[in-house]
T-cell receptor
């Protein structure tokens, strides 16, 4: 199994530009999570999908952030327009099913730098 | 709402020495507890979890953790640390097992190992 795949691994962009992060969960997993990790705030859950449906998006910082899961094998996190304070490592994770009973498998992350 | 604290931001131990990483949680009912490890440049990996039963939980890589309800703690231990254990360690807590429940991560403890 290839594990959770994220692309790109690194993204450098200028303030005001649109950024799209991509995630392919492990095949057969029904739940997908987007996290953001910074030194100041640690690991924060941004949004959580179960069976392609957003269950909890209370962690999405503001309207500039949006996430979609058009099918079971693909999800995107978009930031538009990007700001320097969005610089962070963004992780995607998937698990077999919803809730916390099953282990979350994390991708390698996308390091985003907004200048 | 549940929360978790890790009192130690950074710990340094010598290779071969024992290790204990502290974790305290806040939650009114029985929590579901996890330890994850993050190696440099990688995503998080589950070390072990506690849902119920024996309060001493064995995990991967020789780690164990003990749930102490009276102290609201779930400390991680390893009898002999290897240089490859140098990483960031996250304690996490969950409140329920429905598909709507989520895991809350602590701020992490960075472990350095002296050869």
């Amino acid at each position: 199994d290839a594990g959770v795949i994220q692309s790109p691994r690194h993204e450098v962009t200028e303030m005001g530009q649109e950024v799209t992060l991509r995630c392919k969960p492990i095949s057969g997993h029904n739940s997908l999570f987007w996290y953001r990790q910074t030194m100041m705030r640690g690991l924060e859950l941004l949004i959580y999908f179960n069976n392609n449906v957003p269950i909890d998006d209370s962690g999405m910082p503001e309207d500039r952030f949006s996430a979609k899961m058009p099918n079971a094998s693909f999800s995107t996190l978009k930031i538009q327009p990007s700001e320097p304070r969005d610089s962070a490592v963004y992780f995607c994770a998937s698990s077999l099913t919803g809730g916390i009973a099953y282990e979350q498998y994390f991708g390698p992350g996308t390091r985003l730098t907004v200048t | 709402a549940q929360s978790v604290t890790q009192p130690d931001i950074h710990i340094t131990v010598s290779e071969g020495a024992s290790l204990e990483l502290r974790c305290n949680y806040s939650y009114g009912a029985t929590p579901y507890l996890f330890w994850y490890v993050q190696s440099p440049g990688q995503g998080l990996q589950l070390l072990l979890k506690y849902f119920s039963g024996d309060t001493l939980v064995q995990g991967i890589k020789g780690f164990e953790a003990e749930f102490k309800r009276s102290q609201s703690s779930f400390n991680l231990r390893k009898p002999s640390v290897h240089w490859s254990d140098a990483a960031e360690y996250f304690c996490a807590v969950g409140a329920g097992l429905t598909s709507y429940d989520k895991v809350i991560f602590g701020p992490g403890t960075s472990l350095s190992v002296i050869p």
